[in-house]
């Protein structure tokens, strides 16, 4: 039981089985919440376990299993204290052992020190929202790092000697091979956290210190975003619906590694997933399992590539097609023709902003009077880190604050403080920034006639917010900083401000 279940006085299991928790223990009467649809019977047993009045409020089930992992999810690490017991711990072979399926970390009784710091790791990486967990290997200590709103930050550090221990257990957790350590391994763990269903993609890499591990962690419920959800103003958001909403043609997302493009895609599909089409993806690797959609993962090692995949799904009378990657001359000219014949294909590509995105897919030898007649939408997308409302200053812009943007000197802006609500970082989560360019028939005939990038650039945006523009807007609002700002942008964003 966790330090936060001992001063509630109900334990971790009870909670998640009778649907029943402690909302606040502070007043004379102690605040209970029932899920919805729980046998308020329990609530007997828990008036006599906290041996005071208590009230009830019932709780739907999603808030129920946030919550639910909150609280009994809050303990943070020691590194101390796990150094101490990793240092008394046993040979490998004890770490042999098998997890469930889809072990939840919460109702692990396991004493074995190795085994308690991982599940440590893991739940404080999910409760801080981290996306990655660096397990890395140094001649002088084994750390551990957490990549939280895109910004990397250390939280654990251990002797070195600890590192095979640690490196084999979550080997083990992804049915990795324990006895290669020669080769770059990848695997998956799936497990739950107070009822909060996660997927654990795992890499390692062998280095001079030991192997290497890094953990993606992805949460299921990114895959049940509406378009709503993305952050997209609403002038924007319509153009990407009316986008998806077309027969055919081909839908493109672009943006650097991490920016968001699954996430877009995804949202896009759950529009389209109503149950009339028929929906096929083809990922390198399939991130999120979607109920109603069939998803195929690429295997290069038997043949399966994007371009093979693609062809295959193309047989199997497919309504709209999603391929995770466009990334060479076969895929992009089957998805082309895909596109023609009748479908809607969803892909991206790796490019710096939505005009780059045309000339990759000239640049791969697709024709331009292809390119103008299946090309539908091209969405170029950044992640910022958004302020914490709760400590975010404000304050007049300086010159050299307002130049880089465009701003006026003197217009109010705001500043990252720090808070206990945020880590002290100033920041809490991240929001998208977008550009979109609708192919309409100026655009088509620009790009028949070769048109270079920035001509393209100037019509796309003449009436609509570019990259620049749609930071601003953040800056202006107060939801992020001028530093975030720039940070994303690709380049002097004064002449941006110009289109």
Same mark, same amino acid.
């Given at each position: 039981?966790?330090?936060?279940? #001992?001063?509630?006085?109900?334990?971790?299991?009870?909670?998640?089985? &009778?649907?029943?928790?402690?909302?606040?223990?502070?007043?004379?009467?102690?605040? /209970? !919440?029932?899920?919805?649809?729980?046998?308020?019977?329990?609530?007997?047993? /828990?008036?006599?376990?906290?041996?005071?009045?208590?009230?009830?409020?019932?709780?739907?089930?999603?808030?129920?299993?946030?919550?639910?992992? =909150?609280?009994?999810?809050?303990?943070?690490?020691?590194?101390?204290?796990?150094?101490?017991?990793? $240092?008394?711990?046993?040979?490998?072979?004890?770490?042999? #052992?098998?997890?469930?399926?889809?072990?939840?970390?919460?109702?692990?009784?396991?004493?074995?020190?190795?085994?308690?710091?991982?599940?440590?790791?893991?739940?404080?990486?999910?409760?801080? !929202?981290?996306?990655?967990?660096?397990?890395?290997?140094?001649?002088?200590?084994?750390?551990?790092?957490?990549?939280?709103?895109? *910004?990397?930050?250390?939280?654990?550090?251990?002797?070195?000697? /600890?590192?095979?221990?640690?490196?084999?257990?979550?080997?083990?957790?992804?049915?990795?091979?324990?006895?290669?350590?020669?080769?770059?391994?990848?695997?998956?763990?799936?497990?739950?956290?107070?009822?909060? =269903?996660?997927?654990?993609?795992?890499?390692?890499?062998?280095?001079?210190?030991?192997?290497?591990?890094?953990?993606?962690?992805?949460?299921?419920?990114?895959?049940?975003?509406?378009?709503?959800?993305?952050?997209?103003?609403?002038?924007?958001?319509? /153009?990407?619906?009316?986008?998806?909403?077309?027969?055919?043609?081909?839908?493109?997302?672009?943006?650097?590694?991490?920016?968001?493009?699954?996430?877009?895609?995804?949202?896009?599909?759950?529009?389209?997933?109503?149950?009339?089409?028929?929906?096929?993806?083809?990922?390198?690797?399939?991130?999120?399992?979607?109920?109603?959609?069939?998803?195929?993962?690429?295997?290069?090692?038997? !043949?399966?590539?994007?371009? $093979? @995949?693609?062809?295959?799904?193309?047989?199997? #009378?497919?309504?709209?097609?999603?391929?995770?990657?466009?990334?060479?001359?076969?895929?992009?000219?089957?998805?082309?023709?895909?596109?023609?014949?009748?479908?809607?294909?969803?892909?991206?590509?790796?490019?710096?902003?939505?005009?780059?995105?045309?000339?990759?897919?000239?640049?791969?030898? *697709?024709?331009?009077?292809?390119?103008?007649?299946?090309?539908?939408?091209?969405?170029?997308?950044?992640?910022?880190?958004?302020?914490?409302?709760?400590?975010?200053?404000?304050?007049?812009?300086?010159?050299?604050?307002?130049?880089?943007?465009?701003?006026?000197?003197?217009?109010?802006?705001?500043?990252?403080?720090?808070?206990? #609500?945020? @880590?002290?970082?100033?920041?809490? @989560?991240?929001?998208?920034?977008?550009?979109?360019?609708?192919?309409?028939?100026?655009?088509?005939?620009?790009?028949?006639?070769?048109?270079? =990038?920035?001509?393209?650039?100037? &019509?796309?945006?003449?009436?609509?917010?570019?990259?620049?523009?749609?930071?601003?807007?953040? *800056?202006?609002?107060?939801?992020?900083?001028?530093?975030? $700002?720039?940070?994303?942008?690709?380049?002097?964003?004064?002449?941006?401000? =110009?289109?």
């Amino acid at each position: 039981m966790s330090e936060t279940a #001992d001063i509630q006085g109900l334990p971790y299991a009870f909670a998640k089985r &009778h649907g029943v928790l402690v909302l606040d223990s502070s007043g004379a009467e102690v605040s /209970v !919440g029932l899920r919805e649809g729980s046998d308020p019977r329990a609530l007997l047993e /828990v008036r006599r376990a906290l041996g005071r009045e208590i009230t009830m409020r019932f709780v739907p089930p999603r808030e129920f299993e946030s919550l639910l992992g =909150e609280q009994y999810g809050a303990r943070g690490l020691d590194a101390d204290t796990v150094s101490g017991e990793l $240092a008394e711990a046993g040979d490998l072979g004890a770490l042999a #052992d098998d997890l469930p399926a889809a072990a939840d970390l919460l109702e692990s009784n396991d004493d074995a020190p190795v085994i308690k710091l991982i599940n440590g790791i893991l739940a404080e990486a999910i409760r801080d !929202g981290a996306s990655d967990i660096h397990v890395e290997p140094f001649e002088s200590a084994l750390t551990v790092r957490l990549r939280v709103d895109g *910004v990397l930050k250390e939280v654990l550090r251990l002797p070195p000697k /600890v590192a095979p221990l640690v490196t084999s257990r979550i080997k083990v957790m992804a049915r990795l091979d324990i006895a290669e350590r020669r080769v770059p391994q990848d695997g998956r763990i799936s497990l739950t956290l107070g009822g909060r =269903e996660l997927d654990v993609r795992v890499s390692t890499l062998p280095s001079r210190g030991g192997e290497r591990v890094v953990m993606r962690i992805l949460d299921k419920e990114q895959a049940e975003l509406a378009p709503s959800d993305l952050g997209m103003p609403d002038a924007m958001l319509h /153009v990407f619906r009316e986008a998806l909403s077309e027969p055919n043609g081909i839908v493109l997302v672009t943006g650097p590694t991490g920016s968001g493009k699954t996430t877009s895609l995804y949202a896009g599909l759950r529009m389209l997933n109503d149950g009339e089409r028929n929906i096929l993806t083809v990922e390198d690797p399939v991130e999120y399992s979607v109920e109603g959609i069939g998803q195929t993962q690429v295997n290069t090692k038997v !043949g399966m590539s994007f371009a $093979a @995949g693609l062809r295959a799904i193309l047989r199997q #009378d497919p309504d709209v097609v999603m391929v995770g990657e466009i990334r060479d001359h076969e895929t992009a000219e089957i998805a082309v023709q895909a596109s023609l014949t009748g479908h809607l294909v969803l892909s991206t590509v790796h490019t710096n902003d939505a005009v780059g995105a045309i000339t990759r897919l000239k640049d791969l030898g *697709v024709e331009p009077f292809l390119m103008a007649s299946s090309l539908r939408l091209v969405v170029a997308q950044r992640l910022v880190r958004q302020l914490c409302p709760s400590c975010a200053v404000p304050h007049q812009a300086t010159a050299a604050e307002a130049a880089p943007l465009g701003l006026e000197t003197g217009v109010t802006i705001h500043q990252a403080a720090g808070c206990g #609500d945020c @880590g002290n970082t100033g920041f809490r @989560g991240r929001i998208g920034v977008f550009e979109m360019i609708r192919i309409d028939k100026d655009l088509r005939e620009l790009m028949l006639s070769g048109a270079d =990038e920035g001509v393209i650039a100037r &019509h796309a945006f003449s009436s609509q917010p570019n990259m620049s523009a749609s930071a601003r807007r953040l *800056v202006l609002e107060g939801r992020t900083t001028v530093e975030e $700002a720039v940070r994303i942008l690709r380049k002097d964003a004064s002449v941006d401000a =110009e289109l």
